[in-house]
């Protein structure tokens, strides 16, 4: 096979929600943020994530309310696009193209239809510049418009969101960059420069990195590389200008914002720690330490009741007027301390790897959302560049998900290695894993692998760790040898070695009976039962980086990479060397669920994919170029529902999903058509949220339709008659889900909405007057009734006695009965004659 079109590389959530400054609706119900290709809704009550805004194809680059309307968003992106939302029901309502990359942008309320975008300016240096546009928005009714009316504001910007702002509702934009503020006045025309050193007498920096601009005062706050925070008046005058300091923060100011009322000033960087200072009353602060992370954007409810910050561990927190920490969401954490391979988790389903500092993050990839985090070193983390401290170098699952291992290192010194080996337990109660066993220096150097035996029924679990000390040993579940111990722990069972070289890799048979360890140019295969060496494979020249036995009907295989770029294959039953092929495979793995391999391989500069079987010749799946940089982390997760794909391209898909990390921390995976159309119209279908009033609007979506015709059927005689309203139609959902803009009048609307509603008052009379008519019509009956059972003669009675056999009727079924015999049925000879 070779590439296929229908399969494509696309964001799988766990994307950055610390990209751009997230933004609160005005009544402080929901919270906006940018996330990869997408905005994403949350409630900022429940930290769920209510909808996901997507349309762009390009990474969002910010999001805005609507100045004229608290309803609507709007979302910039690369793809040179900026699209207005309404973000209550998650629908698209215009997009504007404007051609250009958008790298940030903004609004203002005395700019009406009028944005403000920074995008990169025509150079020929190799220094890309940026200039602040002003674009106005066509005022069409076509959902899809250009923009023709661009006007440039300023040259040399900064493309940082950060380092622009709007003063005094739109009078004046403050712009920072290098060491230089510059202030243009819109009234006027007109821009003044201000200028500083590159450092000041103490040996600060002074380079701008932030800033803000008071609501109501002619104020600029500007933060620092230094940690300062300045605030320049007087900025009208070139010559009169003055500024004041404020100094807390012992590193670079990351973010600066105003309350909106002016009364406060908030600030923010890498301590982890929000400083409220009181404006005009710089003395008086306020702190809110131990935020966990370093602050990487503050944003401030327009009503002044929520703070929310961003932090540089993919982290959203919620605050309540800098006294509590309301709520927490927690984005996929990504960065450069990811030392331990993708992993998931056997009962959770859950994507696990480095998460904070000292922890495991454990990820649900169905809901984007992480489930808990898992305190491994359990030491507090010290916020300090230069110090070493305890890192999670490497993690692994047993098949049954029971047991976690974690490996943890620290550096003091070039010669000292601290290492610890920390065996987990799952706990039921809790549903979350309890230490068992820590193995302090488990081994004499650093410990290049890990594995345990993957075989749920096996009777005993046996862990393995391979060590540049030229060792492996393996780790057995043990019972407690005395009776007052608690529970079993883990002891040494086997250490081996083979002529003194070290060991780089190891890993299990599908059914626990083999075990391969890469001694650099030497793959041994040892028996676990017995500790029996059973054979050595040998193998062109270049030190084994990865060993990976194959599954189901490929179980004989046993596949390595080396050093040398060759992706080799041996048989376990010839012991011999059965294919072998030139490529530089960065990362081999297995799917638990099938015969399939995956191979990442890095050529000039970027990163190909190869499915195959070890037994076919050809690859069942090839793409080139699926990202730019090296895949050093991957993995397939076993699927929910299994896919029935009837494409043989796409069948390696059907049980397992596929996804790796790229080099710049972006989560990727596979996905078909199919599967893509499918989640686009779930997400389409209208969802009303139960907490809604049962008014009948809601009733029109019928919801309850089951629920109202039994009630309907049981009280017939309380409702009356009225115009059947369409439920469920396509009509009604088409109306709700049609922007308003294209809409006819809501008077229109609401006359035939209400029509359909009233009750005709001439049906009501009639009614009436036929229950009357019939309740003197049964008194009539009766009183004649009475008469007549006293003159009945004896063959009556005769009569009575025959039918006695038949049951007896009740008395109002008797009436009903007599009313129904003296019904005209004239209607139906006629209607048999014709």
């Known amino acids: 096979m070779v590439e296929h079109g229908d399969i494509r590389v696309v ?15 005005h009544d402080s119900r929901f919270l906006l943020c940018a996330s990869g290709e ?101 005022q069409s009714g076509d959902q899809l418009v250009e923009a023709r009316e661009l006007s440039a504001v300023l040259s040399g910007v ?29 009234k006027k025309q007109k821009s ?34 230094d940690g300062k925070i300045r605030l320049w008046r007087n900025f009208n005058h070139k010559k009169e200008y003055t500024y004041s300091t404020l100094h807390w923060h012992h590193s670079a100011v990351s973010s600066l914002c105003f309350t909106p009322e002016g009364t406060n000033l908030l600030s923010g960087g890498v301590e982890s720690v929000l400083i409220q200072w009181r404006y005009k009353q710089e ?3 306020d702190f809110l330490p131990r935020l966990g992370a370093a602050i990487t954007h503050i944003t401030v409810s327009p009503d002044g009741s929520l703070f929310c910050t961003s932090h540089s561990d993919n982290k959203i927190t919620i605050i309540q007027s800098c006294v509590k920490v309301s709520a927490v969401i927690q984005g996929l954490v990504k960065g450069d301390s990811i030392r331990t391979d993708l992993m998931m988790d056997p009962r959770s389903k859950a994507l696990v790897l480095n998460g904070k500092p000292g922890h495991l993050q454990f990820y649900s990839l169905q809901r984007d959302k992480l489930l808990y985090n898992l305190d491994i070193v359990q030491q507090e983390y010290i916020h300090e560049s230069g110090l070493q401290q305890f890192e999670v170098v490497k ?37 979350s894993f309890v230490l068992n066993t820590t193995i302090s220096a488990p081994h004499d150097a650093q410990i290049t692998a890990m594995s345990f035996r993957q075989t749920a029924d096996s009777q005993t679990t046996l862990l393995v760790s391979t060590s540049k000390d030229g060792h492996f040993k393996a780790w057995q579940l043990a019972a407690p040898a005395h009776t007052e111990d608690e529970g079993p722990s883990w002891l040494c069972d086997f250490v081996g070695a083979y002529h003194g070289l070290v060991p780089e890799c190891c890993s299990f048979s599908a059914d626990g009976s083999l075990l391969a360890v890469a001694f650099q140019e030497v793959v041994t295969v040892w028996s676990p039962a017995t500790w029996e060496l059973l054979t050595t494979l040998s193998q062109p020249p270049g ?8 599954r189901l009907s490929c179980s004989k295989y046993l596949l390595g990479t080396t050093a040398s770029n060759l992706l080799c294959c041996w048989n376990l039953l010839t012991c011999s060397l059965e294919w072998s092929t030139s490529m530089d495979v960065r990362r081999l793995l297995v799917d638990p669920l099938s015969e399939n391999m995956a191979a990442f391989c890095y050529q000039s500069g970027s990163t190909d994919l190869f499915v195959f079987k070890p037994s076919e010749p050809r690859p069942l799946f090839s793409r080139k170029a699926v990202c730019s940089g090296k895949v050093t982390q991957a993995v397939f997760a076993p699927r929910e529902e299994m896919l029935e794909s009837c494409e043989e391209s796409s069948q390696w898909l059907n049980r397992s999903q596929l996804y790796f990390l790229t080099q710049q921390m972006d989560l990727m995976t596979f ?6 159309d499918r989640l686009l119209a779930s997400s389409k279908q209208l969802v009303i949220d139960d907490t809604v009033a049962m008014t009948p609007f809601y009733l029109l979506l019928g919801k309850h339709r089951q629920q109202q015709q039994e009630h309907r059927d049981s009280d017939s005689s309380l409702w009356a008659e009225r115009t059947a309203l369409p439920q469920t139609s396509a009509s009604i959902k088409e109306l709700l889900q049609t922007p308003a803009h294209v809409l006819p009048s809501t008077s229109y609307l609401c006359s035939m909405f209400v029509q359909s509603l009233l009750i005709s008052v001439s049906d009501v009379r009639e009614e009436k007057a036929h229950a009357e008519e019939e309740m003197e019509s049964e008194k009539e009956e009766e009183d004649s009734e009475e008469e007549m059972e006293s003159s009945r003669s004896k063959p009556e009675l005769v009569a009575a006695a025959t039918e006695s056999d038949a049951p007896a009727l009740t008395k109002a079924q008797a009436r009903e009965l007599r009313r129904v015999r003296k019904l005209d049925h004239s209607w139906l000879a006629g209607l048999l004659d014709s």
């Open 283 to 285: 003395s008086e602060r």
């Open 543 to 550: 030190a084994v980086s990865d060993l990976c036995f194959g």
């Open 11 to 25: 964001h799988c959530g766990g994307s950055k929600l610390n990209f751009r400054d997230p933004v609160i609706t």
């Open 158 to 186: 900064n493309p940082n969101p950060a380092a622009i702002a709007f003063g005094r509702g739109g009078e004046f934009i403050a712009s920072v960059n290098d060491l230089q503020l510059e202030v243009y006045f819109f």
């Open 671 to 676: 996905t078909t058509k199919a599967e893509e």
């Open 395 to 431: 993690a692994a699952f047993d098949a049954s998900g029971l047991w976690l291992a974690t490996v943890e290192e620290r550096h003091q010194k070039a010669a000292e290695l601290e290492l610890n080996l920390k065996l987990w337990a799952f706990d039921e109660q809790t549903q």
């Open 38 to 138: 997408a905005v994403k809704v949350f409630s900022t009550s429940t930290e769920e994530c209510i909808h996901e805004l997507r349309g762009h194809t390009g990474l969002v680059t910010g999001v805005l309310l609507r100045p004229s309307n608290h309803l609507q968003v709007y979302s910039s992106s690369l793809d040179g696009t900026v699209r207005l939302w309404d973000f209550t029901d998650g629908i698209l309502i215009k997009t504007c193209v404007i051609g250009y990359p958008i790298y940030s942008f903004y609004a203002s309320a005395k700019h009406e239809n009028v944005i403000f975008i920074v995008t990169s300016m025509p150079s020929e240096k190799r220094a890309e510049r940026f200039q602040l546009v002003a674009v106005h928005l066509p």
């Open 192 to 225: 003044y420069r201000f200028f500083l050193k590159e450092d000041n007498k103490k040996g600060g920096w002074n380079t701008f990195t932030c800033v803000a601009c008071h609501p109501k005062d002619d104020c600029i706050a500007t933060g620092h590389e």
